[in-house]
């Protein structure tokens, strides 16, 4: 027993086997409905989202998820589109940004259990989504495109458009020192979005999140490989 701890703490360090075990088994219940807490405050997130957007309507709104943060950021954004329809379009503005997000984990239990619908929703709203994604990053997801692979779409509602899609380019964002550190520490790399910002340019979560520029607007100078 002491040998299997001692490799487990080893194994944690190396891998952060048991963190992942543990996210896996948090999204299989959620996937599957079987989350009742979970989904009591996902519940109550979209009332405090909206009341704060109603306070500041001419500010924008920026919501950002990251990971398997993604998962639980869709359902609240359903939620809250299901509250305001419009919210999208608030006159503030409104921008549904995802870092690295997991879409092959999110998805791999199945999306009939709510999570389609809720993807769906998002799809139908025409909300301003982009995501970012590093091809070096192994846990991210970037080549899957989540509207046609998840969302519970009727022919009615034709096809629609996936989320913008860029790389933040990480060799080009960070020091050559902090990048050999990170190549091969898969899990460490996983928040290189939030690492990413040493070189002016092309990507920077703190311009993002705190301006000068809105939102909306910076992230369409990135796409273009504009500042």
Known sequence: MVAIYA???WLE??????YLVNSWYFIERLARNEHGPMHTRIEECPDTIVTMADSVENEEVVLVSH???????????AAVLRRNPDFGSRKGGFSFVTLGPAFDCLGGYGAQHGFGEAMATIARSGVHWTDLYSPHDPIC????????????????DGRKPEPRRFSVRVPDRMSPDAFRYLRYRFFKLHFCYF???VTPGLF??????????RA????????????
Do not use: H
């Not at 360090?13 to 048991?18: A, D, E, I, M, V």
């Open 7 to 9: 490799f487990m703490q």
């Open 13 to 18: 360090q190396k891998s952060y086997f048991r």
């Open 67 to 77: 990971s398997c943060g993604t998962f639980v950021a869709i359902y609240i954004l």
């Open 141 to 156: 997801g970037g080549r899957t495109t989540p509207i046609a692979r998840y969302a519970a779409l009727t022919k009615a």
């Open 195 to 197: 690492l990413a910002s």
């Open 204 to 213: 920077d979560f703190y311009r993002l999140t705190l301006g000068p520029k």
């Open 216 to 227: 909306v607007e910076q992230l369409k100078a990135w796409n273009t490989g504009q500042d």
